[in-house]
């Protein structure tokens, strides 16, 4: 679904309409290189994961995939590949807790909601409990399937522990402007305080990779370590 959405803008991206995304994925493209480590910490799956379903304009704050799904809508798509579609467009960033494996599924705890979520990774990564991830983790697919997906190579926070991340949380929340915590804090991950919130993280923590998971340092206030 994502390749066909990344077609599916490709083909449309002359259209005057769609220039606010186009010059502003195309800026961040060349600011951060994205292709994975060596070259640059931010993974191809973490940059269309948000040039496609976080990147918004306008007053309504429609991003492409919301463009897409109105589009997909209208012209009678299949309901299993508009339902994959919507999961993607509704996604976000999460900050989870490693709690584990139960019969070879990854358990990730989501750090606000308290969400336990069996997972799959498609990167591969298995981790070990007590592992903070940032990733972007899609609901299942399907009421038959169980399976929560880890769509994004895992960010690996190697420090600091959980405590601190909630402290970040408590100051950084208040900066939205939400009242509700967990609307601010779906807001903050999937927005971020600006644009470019989690991609500086990102670029600015950088530690460590391996093929299949990438290690940061430090919470986004600290920078690089």
């Known amino acids: 679904m994502t390749n066909w959405a990344l077609g599916f803008v490709e083909a449309m991206q002359e259209m005057p309409e769609l220039r606010g995304f186009v010059d502003r994925i ?6 951060y290189m994205p292709s994975g480590p060596p070259m640059s910490p931010l993974t191809w799956t973490y940059f269309w994961g948000w040039a496609l379903w976080d990147l918004n304009v306008g007053p309504e ?3 492409l995939g919301s463009i897409l799904l109105a589009i997909a809508r209208s012209q009678g798509m299949d309901s299993r590949l508009v339902g994959v579609l919507e ?3 509704e996604s976000q960033l999460g900050l989870h807790v490693h709690e584990g494996e139960q019969e070879g599924r990854i358990l990730l705890r989501e750090l606000v909601a308290e969400e336990l979520r069996p997972c799959i990774c498609a990167a591969g990564y298995g981790g070990v409990a007590g592992e903070l991830w940032l990733a972007r983790v899609l609901p299942p ?14 960010y690996v926070i190697v420090a600091p522990g959980v405590g601190a991340w909630r402290q970040y949380l408590d100051r950084i929340l208040p900066k939205t402007t939400i009242a509700d915590r967990r609307d601010g804090y779906q ?3 999937k927005h971020g305080l600006d644009e470019h919130h989690w991609s500086e993280y990102v670029f ?5 990779h391996k093929t299949e998971a990438i290690f940061l340092l430090g919470p986004p206030e600290q920078g690089p370590p």
């Open 87 to 89: 999961r993607l467009v």
């Open 141 to 154: 697919p399907s009421p038959a399937v169980e399976e929560h997906v880890i769509v994004t190579t895992p």
């Open 187 to 189: 807001h903050l991950m």
């Open 204 to 208: 600015d923590a950088y530690a460590n």
């Open 26 to 31: 195309q800026r961040a493209e060349a600011e």
């Open 61 to 63: 704050r429609e991003t």
